[in-house]
C-alpha cells in the first residue's frame, strides 16, 4: 500500500474520524482511515456504554447540528441494521436564576423547540417523585432526547465505510505529514500514504500532532473524566429504565451533574460530572473521580434515598479534548498546506451526539472547500492566540 494515492486519509478512528470516513465515501472519495491503536480501542474519547442526545444547548449554533445528527443518526442505522440511538425525553434542572437555565429556555423560544418548564412541584408530580428538586429549582423538559451507543456507533460506521470501499487500518500511528503536492502521511513502523487532502479526528492528541506537523499550537487540553454508575435500591429499579418515562438528564450548578436511564447495566443508573484532570493522553493517571462528595450529595438530594450514593459500582475512566470556550475545532490548517489539512478536533466533552452531521461537514470541506451546514465562525483556529514551537 505504500505510496498509495487517496483522495483523502483520515487520522484518528473514533467516532468524528470513523464518521467522517462513512460520509467521505458516500461523495465516492477514496478513502483511508488510519487509527495509532486497535479500532475501537478504550484510550481516547469514543468508547464505553452511553452518551446523551440532547437540543438545550445555551449556544445558539449547537442546535441545527444537533437536529440534523438526530436524522442522521437513524439514516446510519437502518443502514447497518441495529440501532445505536435510543429515544428517551430530556431533562434539565437548576436554579430558578441560573443563568444557563434561562439561555436554554430562550433557545427553546428562539428555535421553537416543545418544553416545559415546571416548579419543583410540578417536577414531583412529572416524575412521579423520581427527581425531587429544591424549591427555588426549576426543571425543563424537552422531547429530544436520548442515548447513543458510543463503540456500537463507531463500529457503525466503520462497517458503513467499509462496505463503501474505504481502506481501513489500525495500529497505525502517524508520525508526520508533510505537504508536497497534496499530503504525504508517515507512520512509526516507516509506511507511507499518499493523499489529495487530509483529516485530523485525533481527539486527545490533537495538539501533540499538530504541533509536530504545523509548529503551532492550539489550546486544546486533554482532560481525564469518570463516568460513574450507581446501585438503585432493590425494589425500584423499573423506575428508571430506557422506554418509561425516565429521561436523560442535566443539572447545573457548582458541579455540572448529568445521566441516562438505566440501559446498559440492569440495576444501575449512570450519574456523573463533567469535568476531570488535565492529562497527557500517553501517560494516563487513571485516577480518581473529579468533585466525587458533591456527586454523592447531588444524588442523595435529587434521588431521594432510593440510589446508594455511598460509592459508584462501575467507574470508567475517559478522555475529554477540551478548548478554552468548549466550542469545537473545525477548520482548515492552513500554513503552507492550504486546504489539503482539515481539523476535527476539540470537541470538549459535548460533540458525540452531532458526530453525524461533524462527519458530513469536515468531508464537504474536503471536497468543496465550504460548508451550509453551519457557520464556520464559532469554530475557527482564528479565535486563538496561537503561538509558535518552532
Same mark, same amino acid.
Given at each position: 500500500m505504500e505510496d498509495s494515492q487517496f483522495d ?25 482511515? $488510519? ?36 436524522? $442522521? ?48 412541584q410540578q417536577v414531583a408530580e412529572k416524575f ?31 462497517? $458503513? ?31 507511507? *500514504? ?7 479526528? !485525533? ?37 428508571? !429504565? ?25 440495576? $444501575? ?33 435529587? *434521588? ?27 477548520? *482548515?490548517?492552513?500554513?503552507? *498546506? ?53
Amino acid at each position: 500500500m505504500e505510496d498509495s494515492q487517496f483522495d483523502v486519509i483520515i487520522i484518528g478512528a473514533g467516532v468524528m474520524g470513523s464518521s467522517t470516513a462513512y460520509q467521505a465515501t458516500k461523495r465516492g472519495l477514496k478513502t483511508l482511515l $488510519l487509527e495509532q491503536f486497535d479500532f475501537l480501542h478504550h484510550r481516547g474519547s469514543s468508547h464505553g456504554e452511553s452518551r446523551t442526545i440532547r437540543t438545550t444547548y445555551l449556544q445558539p449554533h449547537y442546535y441545527p447540528l444537533v437536529i440534523q445528527s438526530f436524522k $442522521l443518526w437513524k439514516e446510519a442505522q437502518a443502514q447497518v441494521g441495529y440501532d445505536v440511538y435510543f429515544k428517551a425525553q430530556h431533562f434539565d434542572m437548576g436554579q430558578f436564576n441560573d443563568p444557563t437555565i434561562r439561555a436554554v429556555v430562550e433557545n427553546c423560544h428562539k428555535h421553537n423547540i416543545p418544553h416545559q418548564l415546571l416548579n419543583h412541584q410540578q417536577v414531583a408530580e412529572k416524575f412521579a417523585g423520581k427527581f425531587n428538586l429544591p424549591e427555588n429549582w426549576v426543571g425543563l423538559s424537552t422531547e429530544h432526547g436520548g442515548i447513543l451507543k458510543p463503540t456500537k456507533a463507531v463500529a457503525m460506521f466503520q462497517t $458503513l465505510a467499509y462496505k463503501n470501499g474505504a481502506v481501513l487500518k489500525d495500529n497505525t500511528k502517524v508520525t508526520d505529514i508533510i505537504n508536497d503536492n497534496g499530503v504525504v502521511v508517515l507512520t512509526s513502523s516507516g509506511e507511507k *500514504f499518499r493523499g489529495k487532502k487530509c483529516v485530523v479526528t !485525533v481527539g486527545a492528541w490533537a495538539n501533540k500532532l499538530i504541533k509536530r506537523i504545523s509548529g503551532f499550537e492550539i489550546p486544546i487540553q486533554p482532560v481525564e473524566t469518570h463516568v460513574c454508575y450507581w446501585r438503585i435500591k432493590q425494589g425500584h429499579e423499573g423506575k428508571f !429504565v430506557i422506554g418509561g418515562d425516565f429521561p436523560t438528564f442535566a443539572s447545573f450548578g457548582k458541579a455540572y451533574v448529568y445521566g441516562t436511564p438505566t440501559l446498559e447495566f440492569p440495576g $444501575l443508573i449512570k450519574v456523573a460530572v463533567h469535568g476531570g484532570r488535565l492529562c497527557d493522553p500517553d501517560k494516563r493517571p487513571w485516577g480518581s473521580v473529579v468533585m466525587m462528595n458533591e456527586l454523592k450529595e447531588w444524588i442523595d438530594g435529587r *434521588f431521594g434515598g432510593i440510589v446508594d450514593s455511598s460509592e459508584p459500582v462501575v467507574k470508567q475512566s475517559c478522555m475529554y479534548s477540551m478548548t478554552p470556550d468548549e466550542d469545537f475545532v473545525i477548520d *482548515f490548517l492552513g500554513g503552507e *498546506f492550504g486546504k489539503n489539512v482539515v481539523l476535527g478536533v476539540g470537541f470538549s466533552g459535548h460533540g458525540f451526539k452531532m458526530a453525524p452531521v461533524i462527519g458530513k461537514i469536515l468531508s464537504e470541506l474536503v471536497v468543496d472547500g465550504e460548508t451550509n451546514e453551519v457557520d464556520l465562525k464559532h469554530f475557527r483556529i482564528g479565535r486563538f492566540q496561537m503561538t509558535s514551537k518552532i
